[in-house]
């Protein structure tokens, strides 16, 4: 019964492109919402010195914040679904937007998120390479746009979609 549900579910999106791309962004809106009512409602609204800074010998996003272990966990979780919802539309938006992928192929395919355009061609992790390979088929003008979005150059760490990215990993592991 569930793997009928499932189904017909899957075919639904594929008639409507984008509609699992957009339910998820209207999910992650939601939890935003309820998180920012939780901070209003538990009177934590005031500062809490919050700071966000990337350590670039480990590449990590890292965030501070003086409050509470219980109240920065609870928030935690809370963004983390926010965070997970967010990068999730942007793996539905690929996968409504790529040809059907051969099945050995089919792990490759999402969102590419690189901080390198170019590099010797026999180095892994930019985009020429491997971030084109994860939207190999997509529209012209959505290639565009994705390419638009990456955070390349030496600034990356403070563009909006590599601290996605990084929240989205850190928030995994």
Same mark, same amino acid.
Do not use: C
């Given at each position: 019964?569930?793997?009928? &549900?499932?189904?017909?579910?899957?075919? +639904? *999106?594929?008639?409507?492109?984008?509609?699992?791309?957009?339910?998820?962004?209207?999910?992650?809106?939601?939890?935003?919402?309820? +998180?920012?009512?939780? =901070?209003?409602? /538990?009177?934590?609204?005031?500062?809490?010195?919050?700071?966000?800074?990337?350590?670039?010998?480990?590449?990590?996003?890292? =965030?501070?914040? +003086?409050?509470? &272990?219980?109240?920065?966990?609870?928030?935690?979780?809370?963004?983390?679904?926010?965070?997970?919802? #967010?990068?999730?539309?942007?793996?539905?938006?690929?996968?409504? *937007?790529?040809?059907?992928?051969?099945?050995?192929?089919?792990?490759?395919?999402?969102?590419?998120?690189?901080?390198?355009?170019?590099?010797?061609?026999?180095?892994?992790?930019?985009?020429? &390479?491997?971030?084109?390979?994860?939207?190999?088929? =997509?529209?012209? #003008? #959505?290639?565009?746009? =994705? &390419?638009?979005?990456?955070?390349?150059?030496?600034?990356?760490?403070?563009?909006?979609?590599?601290?996605?990215?990084?929240?989205?990993?850190? /928030?995994?592991?």
């Amino acid at each position: 019964h569930l793997l009928k &549900r499932f189904v017909a579910h899957s075919n +639904l *999106m594929r008639n409507n492109p984008l509609e699992s791309a957009r339910a998820k962004v209207d999910r992650a809106n939601y939890h935003l919402e309820r +998180l920012k009512e939780r =901070i209003h409602s /538990d009177g934590n609204n005031k500062a809490y010195g919050i700071s966000f800074r990337h350590e670039s010998q480990t590449n990590e996003l890292v =965030i501070k914040a +003086l409050i509470p &272990r219980e109240l920065f966990v609870q928030y935690a979780v809370s963004a983390g679904e926010v965070i997970g919802q #967010a990068r999730s539309a942007l793996e539905h938006a690929i996968w409504d *937007m790529v040809p059907s992928p051969p099945v050995e192929r089919e792990r490759e395919i999402g969102f590419p998120v690189f901080r390198r355009e170019t590099k010797h061609p026999t180095e892994k992790g930019y985009y020429e &390479r491997d971030g084109l390979r994860k939207i190999d088929g =997509i529209n012209p #003008a #959505a290639e565009t746009l =994705i &390419r638009g979005l990456q955070p390349f150059g030496p600034d990356y760490e403070t563009k909006l979609l590599y601290i996605l990215n990084q929240l989205w990993n850190r /928030d995994k592991h």
